[in-house]
């Protein structure tokens, strides 16, 4: 299960940021072509978060579509999948132009206590 080194990335990059507040809420955004299942990531990630600021925080993730464009023709494509073939024009010269990223997109902190909300 790669989910789990995933999770390894995003804890570090959440430490980093939260400089040692507590975090109630993480969002990621993930390339479908990574292939995380669901499950197995919010696992993975209650794993790596727990004993950090990160422990019981919640995880959002957002799955995009991989993007390609054919240089034969400049078409755009979005699939979650792999495209090996032009829709469009049936040309194989496709340049992947995103799917395989994972970003930290936001953090959102624990009020501090004896705040009054």
Do not use: N
């Not at 299960?1 to 430490?15: D, K, N, S, T, W």
């Not at 073939?85 to 970003?103: A, F, K, Q, W, Y």
Request: net charge negative; glycine share 10%; proline share 2%.
């Amino acid at each position: 299960m790669h989910e789990f080194g995933l999770c390894e990335g995003v804890i570090a990059a959440v430490q980093k940021r939260a400089e040692g507040r507590r975090v109630a809420r993480v969002r990621v955004r993930v390339g479908a072509l990574l292939r995380v299942g669901h499950e197995a990531f919010q696992q993975a990630f209650a794993h790596a978060a727990a004993g950090t600021e990160a422990q019981d925080a919640r995880l959002d993730v957002v799955v995009v579509a991989a993007r390609s464009r054919c240089g034969t023709c400049r078409h755009e494509i979005e699939s979650h999948e792999i495209i090996e073939v032009c829709p469009s024009c049936g040309g194989v010269d496709l340049d992947l132009t995103g799917g395989e990223e994972l970003v930290l997109e936001s953090l959102e902190y624990e009020a501090p206590q004896g705040t009054i909300t």
